[in-house]
């Protein structure tokens, strides 16, 4: 439900909080905020699980759609010392210590079916308003967030590489992340690209359309040089 909670045009879900998350503490949380540096990201998501076990001051948890803050879905999956338990660089959460001592090949594939369109006040040279104003704000920022989220997400993604490298023997093979992200800016055609572009943010859209998209992000995906890769690595440790 909260995953289609849209800010303004729905109303939060609200859940009520419960003394007994409190005792269920990670000790990484009270470590972190103890040692670690106040602008690192574990110590900022350590601070915000203290405040959501605190009953008095937050009695009402409200969820809303979590694309106000990842609208992509690689920060918290992959990313959060959350889903982690605080271990963020061994990726305990993906991987058990046995997996993570065989693992050779990893495909991360991100898609961003982000748009760009000239809103109609923009092409007339009028003024926009201010809910247009608005809405231009909201999709500025929400574009700044994805770009940034995809840099972030391959960064953290090949430093996890280099530290299990460094954690391996030299006798043991590397292991390799292949990062990609799809987005319609990789179609090669103008007119094509066009169309994908005007395609609106809705809760209904035409059955082909819907058909259309999803066939592209497949071919996107074949299309990728990451993925091509990735394929021809995992065929070289297969062949004998």
Known sequence: MASSVMPGIFGAVALRNFDDCARKEAPWVQETLDDDDVLER???VARAR????????????????GGVTDNLGVRGSMMSPVAHHGNVPDMAGAFTTAQLARVRHVLVS?????VYREPGWSLAGSDPGLLCSAIASFNTALGILNTETAALARQGFLMWEQRINRMRE???PPVQVHFTVLTFNQIRDPDERARFDALPTS????????WSVRALAGRL?????ELQEFRAGVARDLAP
Not at 203 to 210: K, N, Q, W
Not at 221 to 225: M, Q, W, Y
Request: avoid cysteine; proline fraction near 2%.
């Open 42 to 44: 574990r110590y900022a």
């Open 203 to 210: 809760f209904h859209l035409d059955a082909a359309d819907v």
């Open 110 to 114: 991100v898609a961003n079916a982000q």
């Open 221 to 225: 995906l074949d299309e990728s040089v």
């Open 50 to 65: 203290v405040r959501y076990q605190d009953t008095r001051r937050l009695p009402v948890v409200r969820l809303v759609d």
């Open 170 to 172: 030299r006798s043991q």
